[in-house]
């Protein structure tokens, strides 16, 4: 099962014991639990397989064993026991928004809604035909509303509908390079998974600092993209835009704006956690500011205000702690070490620390196994002159194994070296150092797919997986760390070949293989192609805890996708990845070093 479907059914439980009335802890576990594996860029199914379940924030011993169940016998018994006597026709509605186990219950309940194959239609015939607003609890406004849920349910606004990372950004920049066109606008920064740069995004939520709240709304909702407005209110509004995504707003006042950016940034569990750190200090935290709980007699209670969340962190005694670590992965314990003077919270790799990238493929038909690049060398050149690198590799495909005896490959290699080292010679006003490389493809044997006399022609190769996904977890693992097994193949790239969205990663012991690439200088890539975001910010940070050195790669195919660099250095982040764990934040003669270094 994948994640998704593991949340889902986690979801279901908790409606269930809702429904039936079980006390809110074991609500709020199976919920957390639901909320962690559906976010978690690592499937739980390979975490049960390398027994480290429990390592998953919110799963704890008995949730654990359910789905060690699951995944041994496709099914729990005790679950089954949860669900007996509910309708199922109830389960489906709850992917709806707006939509919560008793509403959904009370609906099928009083309409007879016996199919949970038809269910929406079902339901939104009745709603059409005026049988809701009848129902106690409902009315014409509630009918009305259930409509308009359906009808956005239907052209793609699901729960479980999440886009990856940079499409989300994307949607995002354009919407706060708007409202900042507007002169009411303080500050705008982006909310929730978002901010923090989870690798998939669910709705896009944005914060405003503003005096004129009713202005910067009323703008807001003018956004000139297609779009129809879902709802208004005095603190904020919300938007479809015509692709079935939703954008959220929310105002506040410069003087709250630091506390509501906190409130609405950190994963549930880092809130959770923060809150109840906060009252053990007798404060109670809100999105509007910090409120002592004892009062001086006779007068009420003041909300401390603050601008900024640094100013808002260190009024509860922690230094301000990144947006991509708020996930309750113990950044609050190591923010308090940091606090007392010790080791605690990493200084992350930044962007501005990159100085090249190994992972782009240039325009040379050098007849590939797989897609070509489109950009010429020399533009790949002034781009990266341009985002300040000192070197860049270039790694298009190899040639087609299929197609070519070794020496035909041998000539395309040779021929390929010659000229883009001509085209260096040309170029000398670009002060940026090229590694003539290539990503070579681990065959199902292990073997790479490239003549040996072929890497005289080559500084170093990425190797990665194109094929052959659905081999045993044994065998995958004996298959890379063949292929990795080579001198000059010292990086390997999207590492567990997931696509997001579309492909699961192939099973790989991740413990074997970070052990082997620790122990022969060997590194690991963090693709930063949007639909691999590849290395997952949880191996990253498993990598780092085994001492294996990373590389941030665009796998870039084109040279304005080398501007992406930004989306894995957000995954490195996330990750508790510093400058020193990333090898393309060397200046060039360190790099050089570790590159042409062979064993």
Known sequence: MTNQEIAKLLKQVAAAYILKGENRFKIIAYERAADTIEKSTVEAKDLWEDGKLGSLPGVGASIAGHLDELFRTGKVKHFEEIFKGLPQAVFPLLSVPGFGPKKAYKLVHELKLGSPGTVFDDLFKAAKGGKIASI????????????????????????????????????????????????????????????????????????????KPDELINWFLRYPKPHTIVEKGPSGATILLESGRQVDLRVQHPAKFGAMLQYFTGSKHH????????????????????????????????????????????????????????????????????????????????????????????????????????????????????????????????????????????????????????????????????????????????????????????DAVIVSVHSSFNMDRKKMTERILSGLSYPKAKILGHPSGRLLGKREGYEVDWTKLFKFCRENHKAIEINAYPDRLDLSDT??????????????????????????????????????????????TLPYNKLKGWLLSYK
């Open 539 to 584: 191996l990253v940070h498993e990598a780092i805890r085994e001492k294996v050195k990373l590389v941030i790669g665009t796998d870039s195919h084109e040279a304005v996708q080398m501007n992406q660099m930004q989306y894995g250095v957000s995954v490195a982040r996330r990750g508790w990845a510093q400058r020193c764990d990333i090898l393309n």
């Open 271 to 458: 809130n959770i956690k923060l809150r109840e750190f906060a009252l053990k200090q007798g404060l109670s935290l809100s999105e509007y500011g910090i409120k002592p709980l004892t009062k001086i007699k006779n007068e009420k209670s003041k909300i401390y205000e603050y601008p900024t969340e640094e100013e808002f962190y260190k009024a509860i005694g922690l230094p301000w702690i990144p947006p991509e670590l708020r996930e309750d992965t113990g950044e609050i314990e190591a923010a308090l070490r940091t606090a007392s003077g010790k080791p605690g919270l990493p200084h992350l790799v930044e962007l501005r620390n990159i100085k090249g990238d190994f992972h782009i493929h240039s325009d040379y038909n050098l007849e590939p196994s797989h897609d070509l690049g489109h950009s010429p060398l020399k533009e790949i050149l002034a781009n990266a002159s341009g985002l300040g690198y000192e070197y860049i590799g270039i790694s298009d495909h190899n040639p087609s194994i299929t197609n070519h005896s070794s020496e035909q490959i041998l000539s395309i290699l040779k021929r390929r070296k010659a000229y883009f080292e001509q085209i260096m010679k040309s170029t000398k006003s670009v002060r940026v150092n090229l590694f003539i490389m290539l990503e070579v493809d681990i065959q199902p044997d292990g073997k790479l797919a490239l003549p040996k006399e072929a890497f005289s022609f080559l």
């Open 136 to 211: 106690e609890g409902f009315g014409e406004r509630s009918q009305q509303e259930i409509i308009e849920a359906l009808e956005r349910f239907k052209k793609g606004q699901i729960k479980e509908n999440r886009m990856p990372l940079p499409y989300a950004y994307a949607i995002a920049a354009d919407v706060i390079n708007y409202l900042k066109k507007n002169k009411a606008t303080r500050k705008v920064e982006s909310l929730g998974s978002l901010r923090r740069m989870v690798a998939t995004i669910g709705d896009i939520d944005i914060a405003v600092s503003t005096e």
